[in-house]
């Protein structure tokens, strides 16, 4: 079992510029949630995708978008990239929506220059 | 809304001591309640988790925690510490019908030989 795996591991990108992260779930779980942790903080619910749909989505902006494919797997966006997007962002599955266990990835580290 | 504060942002202890770190919680029932752990670079490995019964739950790696509803926490422990237990620990709270784990800012562990 490969667990949860999010590419790629590491992403320089320039302000202004648009970014996708992926991330696919581990095996049997069909809900995708992603988190956004900032240095020296703990994780910040961003939103989840359970049957190709959004479902709940926490404190932040429109320029943060998802998907999610009929495999399961998830994709995150974030447009128009600012300094504060600099951040590890991670993945995590889960069977139904439920929060009973949750499985995280290694995570993505972006920065934005 | 929920929320979950861990009070010490950096504990040091010698190898072979003991272990406690504080979670206080904020929540309108009783909440599932998790503690994670994080290596540097890495993502979150989860240590043990409650949703309801015997308030104190084993984890893995020799760990445990006691839910205390009165004081709104659920301490995590460890009775001897080994060098491999450095790391970041953040304990989370879920609904038990949510989507979402909201996370406290964490506490790194530091241990001295």
């Known amino acids: 079992d490969a667990g949860v795996t999010q590419s790629p591991t590491h992403l320089i990108k320039t302000r202004g510029q648009q970014v996708t992260l992926r991330c696919s779930p581990k095996?049997?779980?069909?809900?995708v949630s992603w988190y956004q942790q900032a240095l020296g903080q703990g994780p910040q619910f961003i939103f989840q995708?359970?049957?190709?749909?959004?479902?709940q989505r926490g404190n932040f902006p429109d320029r943060f978008s998802g998907h999610q494919f009929p495999n399961y797997s998830s994709e995150l966006n974030v447009n128009a990239l600012l300094l504060g997007d600099s951040a590890l962002y991670l993945c995590?599955?889960?069977?139904?929506?439920?929060?009973?266990?949750?499985?995280f990835g290694q995570g993505t580290r972006l920065t934005v220059v | 809304a929920q929320s979950v504060t861990q009070p010490d942002i950096h504990i040091t202890v010698s190898e072979g001591a003991s272990l406690e770190l504080r979670c206080n919680y904020s929540?309108?029932?009783?909440?599932?309640l998790f503690w994670y752990v994080q290596s540097p670079g890495q993502g979150l490995q989860l240590l043990l988790k409650?949703?309801?019964?015997?308030?104190l739950v084993q984890g893995i790696k020799g760990f445990e925690a006691e839910f205390k509803r009165s004081q709104s926490s659920f301490n995590l422990r460890k009775p001897s510490v080994h060098w491999s237990d450095a790391a970041e620990y953040f304990c989370?709270?879920?609904?038990?019908?949510?989507?979402?784990?909201?996370f406290g800012g964490g506490t790194r562990v530091l241990v001295k030989p």
């Open positions: 095996s049997g779980h069909d809900t």
């Open positions: 989370a709270v879920g609904a038990p019908a949510g989507n979402k784990l909201t």
């Open positions: 995708y359970y049957e190709e749909e959004e479902r």
């Open positions: 929540y309108g029932a009783t909440p599932y």
């Open positions: 995590a599955s889960s069977f139904g929506q439920r929060n009973t266990e949750a499985f």
């Open positions: 409650y949703f309801s019964g015997d308030t």
